[in-house]
């Protein structure tokens, strides 16, 4: 299987005030197509850094993010949008639903620019039950648990079928008891689908059911 991301000596550099805070190092990692990849370590060792870098959301001070052989950071502004909405999901730690849609428009955002929003409806529509969530489609965010905005958020990263999915503690605000439900989801439609997933978790369990697991630590991965 050959790579689909590869990150070359990746530097990544808060200022903060007056200081200087390095928390990449100079990481480097291959992402193999379909694998399944975990990244743990301590909180504040910058895994969501590492994982923004990674897809395509924040530029680093030097390395080399490439997709498919293209250089990601190399692309024009427009160009590195439209790439992210074609090619790259995104479930976040805290959901980030919009508040005035409803769980199918929601859903269906990713798809909304490009194609027919009636399609991308049918589609938000199947993937909300394919996530266990077919009762509430007229719902909006706020009127779900926890568990099931997560779940929504779900279907949202998987509505433009995109290669590469990046989930940061995508359980780390339920209940272990939820957030097991909602990993259970997620990994049945990936490993439908095929999709490759690059999940950070502080879970040793939920690390456990990813193909590898790589930790940071003090700025690189080991
Ligand atoms: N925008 C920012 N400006 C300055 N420092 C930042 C910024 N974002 C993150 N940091 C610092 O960079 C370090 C890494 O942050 P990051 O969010 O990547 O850690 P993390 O491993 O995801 O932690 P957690 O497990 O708590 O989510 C932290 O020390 C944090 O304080
Ligand atoms: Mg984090």
């Known amino acids: 299987m050959g790579a689909i991301l590869t990150a070359e000596n990746i530097e990544r550099i808060y200022r903060v005030g007056k200081t200087d805070l390095p928390v990449l190092k100079g990481v480097s990692l291959e992402v193999n197509l379909g694998e399944t990849l975990a990244v743990m370590g301590e909180s504040g060792s910058g895994k969501s850094t ?18 498919n052989g293209q250089s990601v950071y190399d692309m024009s502004q427009a160009r ?49 039950s394919e996530v266990g969530l077919a009762e509430r489609v007229g719902h909006r965010p706020q009127e779900l648990s926890g568990g099931e905005q997560q779940r929504v958020a779900i279907a ?12 940061d503690e995508p359980t780390g605000n339920l ?23 690059v999940l950070v978790t502080h879970s040793q369990e939920v690390a456990s059911r990813c193909s590898r697991e790589l930790f940071l630590k003090d700025g690189l991965l080991i």
Request: charge should be positive; proline fraction near 4%; glycine fraction near 6%.
């Open 156 to 167: 949202r990263a998987l509505m433009n079928e995109p290669d590469i999915i990046f989930a």
């Open 175 to 197: 209940d272990s008891k939820t957030g097991e439900k909602v990993l259970n989801y997620l990994f049945q439609l990936i490993e439908a689908r095929r999709h490759t997933l």
């Open 50 to 67: 590492l994982l923004h870098v990674l897809g395509g959301l924040d530029k680093p001070k030097s390395g080399k993010v490439q997709f």
């Open 80 to 128: 590195l949008a439209r790439f992210r909405s074609a090619n790259v999901g995104y479930v976040f730690q805290s959901f980030h639903l919009l508040p005035e849609l409803d769980i199918v428009e929601n859903v269906a955002l990713p798809a909304m620019a490009t194609g027919s929003r009636k399609d991308a409806k049918v589609r938000a529509t199947e993937l909300l």
